[in-house]
């Protein structure tokens, strides 16, 4: 079992950037490296979709609308996901959703969210 806990969602401007962290508790870092991790986003009346997921050999992939605004990164010492957002756009305002996908069953965990407003 892991819980996460996303933070950093916040209110910023167009052409801002924003960092959103999320940690794993439950589980140690040792623990934590065989999690897939995932950041997704969800619109209101829309299918939650993937923004950008690190494995645990940390190979990174990213939804196109994302690519080269946004970097993933892990830390599996502080059992920590990070998503970085750069040149946000009002259309990146959504609830985002920290993911981890345990390489041994699949099982899949989600977080409660953190909200992103881009708005001037």
């Known amino acids: 079992q892991v819980q996460l806990v996303e933070s950093g969602g916040d209110l910023v401007q167009p052409g801002g950037s924003l960092w959103l962290s999320c940690i794993a508790s439950?589980?140690?870092?040792?623990?934590?490296?065989?999690?897939?991790m995932g950041w997704y986003r969800q619109a209101p009346g829309k299918q939650r979709e993937l923004v950008a997921r690190i494995r645990i050999g940390g190979s990174t992939n990213y939804a196109d609308s994302v690519k080269g605004r946004f970097a993933i990164s892990r830390d599996n010492a502080k059992s920590t996901v990070y998503l970085h957002m750069s040149s946000l756009k009002p259309e990146d305002t959504t609830d985002y959703y920290c993911?981890?996908?345990?390489?041994?069953?699949?099982?899949?965990?989600w977080g409660q969210g953190t909200q992103v407003t881009v708005s001037s």
């Open positions: 439950g589980s140690d870092s040792k623990i934590f490296r065989r999690y897939h």
């Open positions: 993911n981890a996908e345990d390489i041994y069953d699949t099982k899949q965990y």
